[in-house]
């Protein structure tokens, strides 16, 4: 008022006002360039803003890990898994609650949004960052073959379905040509590294992690295809959710269909091209010849072999020379090979996996496990036996 007359004010100008909250006797100042509306308004789309949020951030980030007891146990096993989850969508119920208050300014508050943004932001991306997926990549000269090697890869991983075969997430080539594969994150080591620091491994607990290699391979041989390069570097041996000595298998790079869509003869190996690592590769497949799914049966004996002596089955100077003990040389029992004593029907089954004919090997990685069942002394290796061996040796 002004010399008795009132004044207009204009909508632009700033002013301190003092809004009655309907909610509470303690009025909210407000002191801001904008229009009281028009902030009430923000401040209520922000309130909105924050609680979806929050409810999308756990339906995303926690609800599916509370699903599974492995993932359960996997995300609550560590802050950096659910302590993104947890602080982003504490902030934002934080944020939700405060703009409610009329204690607090509206320019507070709205203030307070800038925080949340910054907050959510960073919630996001520390949740990514410790998503458990792991980053292979692959450099050097991109061929055809190789583009196609790498597709073939990524494509078979994607329709096998066995806990016991590596996941994939997301394949790809970046843009200096490296290929990229994204996979789950894996904590342990191979079986190469597994036996090189701590020696041979018992029976009961070779028996125990070959009947994992069998349930992958099981798979994949229904879906009619061959690993071709089982060997002990591309199995993996890991503590999974609660699980301890949890087998997958990686690596499907050169995995073959037994059968072409468009024909009806088992697929050749290329002319002149032997694709396996030569220490763990079949007869028929060094000599060049017809493929089926025993192959990988005589890898996995080649596997197994590994873990119960340390040592290969043939060893050559030259990798041909290699490729000719697998084609033509009887192996040793593993029980010649080691100290440790060895049950005499998983030495003629570890034997009979490599068999140099396939028709006197197990049929199918099914049956194999099934023999390996069967031995005595099968169901020796525990969840128990196998934590309380990660707790000593792996800390």
Partial sequence: MEGGRSRSLDVNEQVTLVHPDPRGPTPRGVSSGFPIDLLNQSAGRLRVLALLYAFVFFMAGIFPALVLPDDRARFFGSFVQWGPAVIGIGVALLVAAVIRSPRVALPTAMNLGLVFEIASSYAIAAAEFADPMALE?????????????????????????????????????AADGAFYYVMELLDGLDADSLLRRFGPTPPERAIYLLRQICHSLSEAQSCGLVHRD??????????????????????????????????????????????????????????????????????????????????????????????????????????????????????????????????????????????????????????????????????
């Avoid at 692959?138 to 990524?154: N, Y």
């Avoid at 329709?159 to 590596?166: A, E, N, Q, W």
């Avoid at 080691?338 to 140099?356: F, G, M, N, R």
């Fill in 137 to 173: 990549m692959h450099r050097g000269g991109v061929s055809e073959e190789a583009v196609s090697r790498f597709e073939r890869e990524a494509q078979v991983i994607a329709r096998l379905r066995s806990p016991h075969t590596v996941e994939l997430f997301d394949f790809g080539m």
């Fill in 230 to 395: 089982i060997k002990p570097a591309n199995i993996f041996i890991c503590r999974y959710g609660e699980e301890y000595d949890f087998v997958k298998v990686l690596d499907f790079g050169i995995v073959r269909a037994v059968r072409d869509s468009t024909e009806t003869s088992p697929v050749r190996t290329r002319e002149n091209a032997v694709q396996g690592t030569p220490a763990f590769i079949a007869p028929e497949q060094a000599m060049g010849t017809d493929l089926d799914g025993r192959a990988d049966i005589y890898a996995t004996g080649c596997v197994a072999y590994w873990l119960l002596t340390g040592q290969f089955v043939f060893t050559a100077e030259t990798p041909m020379g290699l490729l000719m003990q697998h084609a033509q040389a009887p192996p040793a029992p593993p029980s010649a090979r080691t100290h440790q004593s060895i049950p005499a029907a998983l030495d003629d089954l570890v034997l009979s996996c490599l068999a140099k004919d396939p028709a006197k090997r197990p049929q199918s990685a099914k049956e194999l496990s099934l023999r390996l069942a069967a031995l005595e002394g099968a169901g020796a290796w525990t969840q128990d036996r196998a934590r309380e061996w990660w707790a000593s040796q792996m800390g």
